[in-house]
């Protein structure tokens, strides 16, 4: 486990979702190796979906850059110590896509007639 304290680099994030954040990537910190950012990322972002719904991405690493869309208020990037943090949600619900798909559907079937 890492002890240091979380440092924020950047996020548009609501305060009580920046402090789930943290205290999801200590708690995968204390349930894997520091060395497997493939399982820490995927334990957060299960964390993430179960919690605020689908479509959360979370990458995990040492000294890595990105450029991203993500929708507002759901962007953090923080530090522990070595380990970078990304966390940020991409698109709609897949409720909403859904709907959306079947409406799509249904209007081009009409024009079809």
Known sequence: MLE?????????????????????????????????????????KQKFDDVYGPAWHCVVGKDFGCCITHLSGSFIFFQVEMMEFLIFKDGRDFSESKEEAIGVLQQFQKSDT
């Open 4 to 44: 240091g304290k979380a440092v924020l680099r950047e996020t548009d994030m609501p305060g009580q979702m920046q402090s789930h954040a943290m205290e999801l990537a200590y708690q995968a910190l204390d349930l894997h190796e520091v060395s497997d950012c493939q399982s820490i990322a995927h334990y957060i």
